[in-house]
């Protein structure tokens, strides 16, 4: 039994709003030929309106199916808006997490939310992120990659993350409107690449900014296995010793600041996630199923089971000790206790 740290719902106000005022939080609903309806938003997304999207019963039946005793939920990133009219996306964020807000406290014992916030305009950001952290239904909150041309170590959003280490949210980084869209049109490339790619910028623009430096208690953690970043990690060392005194804000090397950087297990390969865990420490990595889209596997936990070399400590940490920690709740004990006799033996790493 694994707990979900990436698993995303489309709130019933956002589908509403896309149908009655769509042009103002730039999204469509259509109708197909053949028929089907279709939701097209920010970010190149294009996908088929099913009831998995927004579906609490659909989701409750996926991760009974997956073997998940319970996620942490958070918005679809098409949902954020982040290009409307302050006012507007700021009632929206408000609705979406309303509307989390009563799917936890209709499964207390299986779910935790995820805020969402205005994040275009900070001062709105940090009041709905004060109103959710004092609800007991939140831990924390997601935001995107980026907001428009700013980069997250941007001045302008240093407020939002003080906050929210003030707050001890923890921030879920997800990747969303990926750079260099215009070239990634075919095969699929926005998101097999564009993601991954969009993530280590953000990564790699909170330590060469120093975010993390300045926020040494800011909790943060990262789609698609940290996306490109870990793989990168090398070249970033070496860019930091040769250029340190000229392109840098911070005195150490990506290497000090790995501890603060945590990821999902989306790596696919059993040998990656194998390379992962040496990397980072397995109580750095969590599952995440990408629910509802197509690009999670349709078993996110099979990776943790056939990984190579990890000891039983490293794949508890994974499934379910690592999320712990980083929500400072145990959603879906009750499950994960059933099928765990040894006591909680902490992190392994």
């Not at 098409?78 to 929206?92: C, F, K, N, Q, W």
């Not at 779910?111 to 900070?122: I, R, S």
Request: proline share 8%.
């Amino acid at each position: 039994m694994a707990i979900d740290l990436h698993c995303h719902i489309f709130p019933p106000e956002y589908l509403r709003m896309a149908r009655t005022r769509g042009a103002e939080i730039g999204a469509q609903i259509y109708r197909r030929a053949d028929g089907r309806e279709f939701i097209r938003a920010p970010g190149d997304f294009d996908y088929p309106l099913t009831e998995e999207l927004w579906s609490v019963p659909a989701l409750l039946e996926a991760l009974a199916r997956r073997r998940l005793a319970g996620a942490a939920l958070s918005v679809a990133p098409p949902t954020l808006s982040y290009g409307a009219e302050p006012g507007l996306a700021a009632d929206l964020c408000a609705a979406s997490n309303d509307s989390i807000a009563e799917i936890v406290r209709a499964c207390p014992d299986r779910f935790v939310g995820l805020a969402t916030v205005p994040l275009q305009d900070v001062p709105r950001a940090i009041r709905e992120l004060e109103r959710a952290m004092a609800r007991p239904e939140f831990r924390g909150v997601m935001i995107a990659s980026h907001v428009g041309p700013k980069n997250l170590d941007h001045p302008d959003l240093l407020p939002f993350f003080e906050a929210c280490q003030e707050l001890d949210a923890c921030v879920f980084i997800h990747p969303y409107e990926v750079l260099g869209s215009e070239r990634l049109q075919s095969y699929y490339l926005w998101n097999l690449i564009g993601m991954v790619t969009e993530t280590c910028v953000a990564i790699e623009s909170l330590i060469f900014g120093g975010v993390y430096e300045r926020l040494p208690r800011l909790k943060t953690y990262f789609a698609h296995g940290g996306g490109s970043f870990p793989w990168l990690r090398g070249r970033a060392e070496h860019g930091f010793r040769v250029l340190r005194n000229t392109r840098f804000a911070v005195s150490r090397p990506p290497s000090a600041f790995l501890d603060r950087i945590y990821v999902d297990c989306m790596v696919y390969s059993p040998s990656a996630l194998a390379w992962l865990v040496s990397e980072l420490g397995s109580d750095h990595i969590v599952v995440g199923s990408d629910y509802p889209f197509d690009i999670g596997p349709e078993d996110p936990t099979a990776i943790v089971s056939t990984a190579p070399g990890l000891s039983r400590q490293d794949r508890e940490n994974i499934l379910f000790r690592t999320a712990w920690r980083l929500l400072g709740i145990k959603v879906g004990a009750d499950a994960v206790r059933a099928t765990v006799s040894e006591p909680d033996p902490g992190p392994g790493r």
